[in-house]
């Protein structure tokens, strides 16, 4: 028979079982700190009317959508690109069934069809929260303590939140007569970082900007200090515009608060060259830095929206969220050796085969293992021991349990552990409790 | 703004926040007993090359696949329609990185394009394990072991496995001279508990089978009685042909091995009608019904196969798994009335808000409990107290804390119990004892 060559497509992450082990506990840290804020979880389906998830976006989006062919050729449907499009769709539709403020966690695969490169995915898991239905900034003061817990809990307390409020750069703009070209500014100005200060002036001077409100525009977004002094300096520039001083207010509330909820000082700092590119947020904005491993970029961001389900829905939904890119955070911890396969084992222990008399000793005594909550296999291969070993050893499995003729008549097993090599003899209870411990 | 309807397509299940925690829940325990079992987590990508997932199947898998079409028309790429195909494509493919016997677990949505009927899911999980690269039968009674273990943590331990070997059905027809027709043969007899015996036998003539051997097979698939009654009435057939023999003996084994593993008796039985449609099983087969349930049909099938991935590689690798539908087993449930929605609740506690001035006090109250492992939000919104309650009410918050100037002043919160009604004044530490018990 003509084999066919066993392959994936380029830009999806398969894993071993050692490191999806890995994966998956990360996932699971970061669920159980959201539930701990009390989101709730909602999942929606892979595939949604294209028409719905067309509608907030341009001709970017579309290129990048991934349609699905049923047999008549017809592309009504496809996969989703990102979890907020659908939240949007969901909460419109369900808004008779739901309590607001609806605080809702979603993780799931997302698909995109953008040319494959190193470390971009077509298809990788957002991990979402997002709070929707209240104008509240304390809101916004809360959703950088989760991102805090969250990595702290990951094994990554050290991180860096930036937070910025689009009102203020945008209060600066109208201030400067630039508003009509707000858009572009700030996707250039959200460059800095990676382009320097140089090739952003001369995007800005591009648009058409007079080289006085460039500079301008550039010593405003390099406003530097700690919390207090950012706020000064931006209140010393007397920009008589309310949203610019609504902005300012809404930031100093945010900053103060983040300090009640917990996150400590050294892990947050209002940096007002965050702007972030997608045009759907008008309030406070946030990116989220490894201090130690800056190069792995934004590992955490998201915003304040002032209406989230505009086209599907009259009723007004402001809200703020996050977004954790699983997929790529974990290649790139993965890439940095940061990542212990060992950490996660399957199986705790393997009974081992001494022969087929001793079956029923072995099944029984993996299940009186499993009954306390001790992940253990039975090798039933008819294999030498040394064998078996290596098979413990190669999957991480701890420890072997032996049950041969000695065993079995004295109603014991021996017990090895794979990392000291010491073995004993003990009753199966003995086992239970050692492990346990 | 013209609004676009929200909605989703028919054929998917998507549920409600408090429905939603219950199904996680489900996954959660299923994923528990699986890795109980040291079945290792892999996870494969949602799309596949077409032709990997077109080799084994017929033009029937062709039209329910689900293609995905990007700018240039090409259909390459397509949506997995089961874990099977994809397992099969990643041990070939990483084979010499695996560590063999391979037991697996994965737990993944699949999607197919068949027409939507009630209860019929085109985007559905499965779970799923599989034992790959042994012929030995005492996996085979491992795997209802499994299945128990599963449903009685699900909460549904009243099941009962339906436990057949192919070989012996095939062996039997290869007796009776009609092997050339066994997969028609084994398809009708497939249906014999919802068409009945007459529906059966008349398929069975429009075979071209003789009235005798219609007989015969329908005698031999309604041999009744307990496991022993079973085997004893098998052997007393004497078919003499080898592979019946062998079927009888396999039988036998996984029949008696089985209790050894712990499955009572009242939850398994041997069923010689039980045949499974799909052809690519060679060996033992099972399918479970729910006791008490029996209208909702197999909640979990599968079996033994030889020969797992013969369409990418050389390497022969036998196997054996089951899979758990769990979208179709959670919509049953819940249809039948089984899913109690108020049973997982997203926080423990609401902190309400009595007023700007005790937000700091509602902050770190609420920070205090989640250190302490209880998940909790804080009530931000400036809303009536009552208001606040219905809140709490609605989501199933089981508490609210609740800090005013009294509380403020004696440093203390007042805990109410949303089921009680009852209020009390105490410390944080004392809430956090009484709702840790």
Redesign the interface.
């Known amino acids: ?1 003509t ?7 380029s830009g ?1 992450m ?5 490191d ?2 890995v ?2 506990k990360m996932l699971e840290v970061i669920k159980k700190t959201y ?15 294209t ?2 998830l067309l ?1 907030k976006s341009g001709g970017e989006t579309e ?1 990048q959508i ?6 008549d050729g017809s ?1 009504e ?1 496809s ?1 989703h690109f990102d979890l907020t499009v659908p939240l949007a ?2 909460v ?3 808004h008779e ?3 607001f ?1 609806f ?2 966690y979603q993780m799931q ?1 997302v ?1 995109r ?1 953008e040319r494959n490169q190193k470390g971009r995915f ?2 990788f898991y957002q991990c979402d929260i997002d709070v929707i239905g ?1 104008t ?1 900034v ?2 916004d003061a ?1 959703i950088p ?1 989760v991102i805090f ?1 969250a990595f702290k809990n990951l094994g990554f307390p050290n991180i860096m939140i930036r937070i910025n409020n689009r009102k203020i750069l945008n209060g600066f703009l109208v201030y400067l007569n630039c508003s009509d070209k707000s858009k572009d500014i700030l996707r250039i100005v959200d460059k800095i970082d990676k382009q320097g200060k140089e090739k952003v002036a001369e995007e800005l001077e591009g648009l058409g900007i007079t080289g006085d409100s460039v500079t301008k525009i550039l010593d405003f977004i390099e406003i530097k200090g700690n919390n207090e002094e950012v706020i000064n300096k931006l209140r010393s520039l007397k920009v008589p515009l309310p949203l610019f001083a609504e902005g300012l207010a809404e930031l100093e509330t945010v900053a103060k ?1 983040i300090e ?3 996150v400590p000082r050294e892990n947050f700092k209002l940096d007002l060259s965050i702007a972030r590119g997608l045009d759907y947020y008008t309030g406070t904005v946030y990116e989220t830095l490894l201090k130690d491993y800056p190069e792995i970029g934004s590992v955490c961001s998201g915003g304040r929206f002032d209406d989230l ?6 009723k007004k939904l402001p809200g703020v969220g996050i977004s954790i890119g699983l997929t790529r955070l974990f290649f790139k911890l993965k890439e940095a050796g940061l990542i212990k396969s060992k950490e996660g084992v ?2 705790k222990v ?1 009974v081992a085969n001494m022969g087929k008399e001793f ?2 000793e072995n ?2 005594a993996a ?1 009186e293992l ?1 009954k306390n ?1 001790i ?4 090798y ?2 008819s294999e030498k021991i040394s064998k078996q070993f290596k ?1 413990a050893d ?2 991480g ?1 701890p420890f072997v349990v032996i049950i041969g003729e000695v065993e079995a008549r004295k109603k014991a097993v021996t017990l090895k552990s794979m990392d000291t090599g010491e073995q004993n003899i003990m009753g199966i209870d003995d086992v239970i409790k050692l492990i346990q411990k």
């Not at 539930?35 to 009317?49: K, N, Q, Y």
Request: hydrophobic share 40%; net charge positive; charged share 25%.
């Open positions: 028979m084999k066919i060559r066993p392959r994936i497509p999806f398969e894993l071993l079982p050692q999806q082990i994966f998956n539930e701990l804020f009390g989101f709730m979880p909602i999942e929606t389906p892979a595939v949604e009317f028409e719905i509608t290129k991934w349609g699905i062919q049923k047999g592309r449907l996969l769709r969901y419109a539709q369900r069934e739901l309590t403020p605080r809702r695969k698909w069809g077509r298809e209240s509240n304390l809101i809360e303590s817990e608060a009640v909820f917990g389900a505009e086209y599907y829905t009259d399957p199986s393997l079956v029923n099944i029984m299940t499993r909550g992940n253990a296999e039975v039933f291969e098979y190669r999957l499995i």
